[in-house]
Each structure stands twice: as C-alpha cells, then as structure tokens.
C-alpha cells in the first residue's frame, strides 16, 4: 500500500512563507502527476500544484507566481513552496499521486495551513 506523508504546514503571517514535503513509501517515478491540492470546509477538494513526470507543472490561477511544486526523485519527494500567503489559503492541503500503471489515486493525511496574523 502506498503512503503519502505530508508534514511542513502550520501557523504564518500574512506574507510569509512556507514549504509543505510530501514523503511517498513508493518511488514517485511511478506517479504521473504528483500534486498538491486543497479543501476548505464544505467545499470539494481542488487543485493547486500538478507536477508531472518530466518536470512540467500547472497551477491553478489563484497561486500562479506565489506558490511552486518541485520534486527529489532521489528521496521520493514532493514539495510545495509557498509565498506571499494570503488568509485565502488557510485550508488543509493534501499531497496527491496517481499511479502511472493503474490510474489509482493515492492521498495523504493532510497537513493545515493557517495565515493569520
């Protein structure tokens, strides 16, 4: 079974950073795309950040020149870089990876973003 592990989130200012890690149990080699999305309470989860397999990416309008997605093939890592927050991002995120060979989605726990001052 897969697993997908995010860690990173948590309480910042408005304008301040963060960086959200995703460890996956599998090589992400296996994963295309890999990606981060989000899901305020009541509402369905969207998309952030796609990142696919041989580097290219897609945002979604909202986070386009604030947020970027990267990966480490070596240690099977997915990663969120986030600036210039905004209270508008304070939602749980969740670390996403399709199975290249079945079209399985795998998820993460979530991890909360809270931007506040």
């Known amino acids: 079974q897969v697993r997908l592990v995010e860690s990173g989130g948590g309480l910042v200012q408005p304008g301040g950073s963060l960086r959200l890690s995703c460890a996956v149990s599998d090589s992400i080699f296996y994963f295309d795309p890999m990606g981060w999305y989000r899901q305020a309470p009541g509402k369905q989860r969207e998309m952030v950040a796609q990142?696919?397999?041989?580097?290219?990416?897609k945002y979604d309008d909202s986070v386009k020149g604030r947020f970027t997605i990267s990966k480490d093939v070596a240690s099977n890592t997915v990663y969120l870089q986030m600036n210039s927050l905004e209270s508008e991002d304070t939602v749980v995120y969740y670390c996403?990876?399709?199975?290249?060979?079945?079209?399985?989605?795998?998820w993460g726990q979530g991890t909360q973003v809270t931007v506040s001052s």
């Open positions: 996403n990876a399709r199975a290249v060979n079945s079209g399985s989605d795998y």
């Open positions: 990142i696919f397999r041989y580097g290219s990416s």
